[in-house]
Every structure is written in C-alpha cells, then in structure tokens.
C-alpha cells in the first residue's frame, strides 16, 4: 500500500499569499510547501508568471 497515501509533509496550514518579490503583487499561487530547505516553500506569481521562494 505504499505511494498511495499523500505525503504528509507537504501538509501545511499556510493561508497567506506571498507577496511576488519581482512586482509586488500578491495575486500568487503555493506550488509546494517546501522549498529548497524547510524554511522556504515555493510559489507562483499569475501577475508576472516568475516562480519564486518565500520564507515561512
């Protein structure tokens, strides 16, 4: 059974959307929770559609 289940780990209670470091619009979609390391997750920015990192 295993692969079936989600990964918990990428469950977090994040509400916020991140402000786009590039043209400060907050109209920006989480792609994952985490990022690079575990203090940083991954967003998208549907104003200038550059991918960027946040700080949790």
């Known amino acids: 059974m295993r692969g079936q289940r989600p990964d918990p780990s990428t469950e977090t209670a994040e509400t916020e959307a991140a402000t786009c470091p590039y043209c400060d619009g907050e109209n920006t979609t989480?792609?994952?929770p985490k990022g690079p390391s575990l203090c940083?997750?991954?967003?998208y920015c549907n104003d200038c559609d550059e991918?960027?990192?946040?700080?949790q």
């Open 30 to 32: 989480r792609e994952h």
């Open 40 to 43: 940083r997750s991954m967003h």
């Open 51 to 55: 991918p960027f990192e946040a700080f």
